[in-house]
């Protein structure tokens, strides 16, 4: 029974020997093998591993897979011009030398994160110091954000090499702070309302324009043809002088009637009207018979 009682004793330290002293690297990660503390090797291939049991060796992860940094600071950087701008970046790296960033950096991804964050805004800080918001704004961008990651790689390069790769830095956003922002939106207003108003005022001046030349237009328009319509009324009203001058000449007893009829039937033109002559007038002369009743 002791002797049974040992050998399950024993199996059962074997398997947790075996497993503390097996480990798997995930190909998303480097392993870092640590023997006392200090590193004593570092696995980029994944697979399944060995070391010896603790505490004589630990193992740690780090990722080794391409890392964002988003800007989280809005600290607004002042241009050349003195012009306070807010800069949004971001930056693409990864960790090459595990050894190189646990020595000078630190044991996970966020300690380096922190120092790049620090980097990068300075470098940025840098540059933007010696550009013009036009200039930040055009296509020198490009040569901005390149100056810029060139900067980094020279810091992350230098005597400690932080064991990491600058792929790229990026600006998202360059804007004023929102105290100018505000300035600059109020400004645009008052000249697009400068704007607006100046041409309702031409609008309005040209439109009186057209129709004071309207109402010139339709007086003379009226003034012609009353013009015209008299000088026609004229020449009618002569045609039938002369047209009644003739034909009277040939007649003039006819013509006397006719003048009659007229004066008739000027004067008797309404059933109410009441008129006292004399019957005996020459007025009458055309109704009365040949032998004067």
Do not use: C
């Not at 950096?105 to 990068?120: F, H, K």
């Amino acid at each position: 029974m002791n002797k049974l009682a040992l050998t399950v004793a024993s199996v059962l330290i074997g398997l947790v020997l075996l497993t503390s002293s097996v480990f798997v690297v995930d190909q998303r990660q480097f392993g870092v093998v640590y023997s006392l503390g200090q590193i004593s090797r570092v696995i980029t291939e994944p697979g399944l591993h060995f070391k010896v049991p603790p505490p004589f060796q630990n193992v740690n992860y780090i990722d080794k897979r391409l890392l964002t940094l988003d800007n989280a600071d809005t600290e607004p950087m002042l241009t050349a011009e003195k012009q306070r701008m807010v800069i949004d970046w971001y930056v693409r790296w990864r960790i090459s030398d595990p050894s190189d960033y646990i020595r000078n950096v630190g044991l996970d991804e966020r300690a380096g994160a922190i120092q790049l964050s620090r980097v990068v805004r300075n470098a940025f800080q840098e540059e933007i110091n010696k550009r013009t918001v036009k200039e930040l704004l055009s296509v020198k961008r490009e040569t901005l954000m390149q100056d810029v990651k060139e900067e980094v790689q020279a810091k992350v390069k230098g005597t400690k090499p932080w064991g990491i790769d600058v792929v790229d830095v990026r600006i998202t956003r360059a804007d004023y702070v929102d105290t100018i922002t505000e300035s600059v939106y109020r400004r645009m207003e008052a000249e697009r309302k400068r704007v607006a108003n100046e041409l309702r005022s031409t609008g309005g001046a040209e439109g009186e324009k057209i129709r004071a030349d309207a109402d010139r237009q339709r007086e003379v328009i009226v003034a012609n043809a009353y013009r015209d319509a008299q000088k026609i009324k004229g020449e009618g009203d002569a045609e039938a002088a002369r047209i009644y001058a003739e034909s009277f000449g040939k007649d003039p007893q006819f013509a006397q009637f006719y003048r009659s009829l007229e004066a008739y039937k000027a004067t008797f033109n309404k059933k109410s009207d009441v008129m006292v002559v004399d019957p005996s007038s020459d007025f009458f002369k055309s109704m009365r018979t040949p032998g004067g009743k």
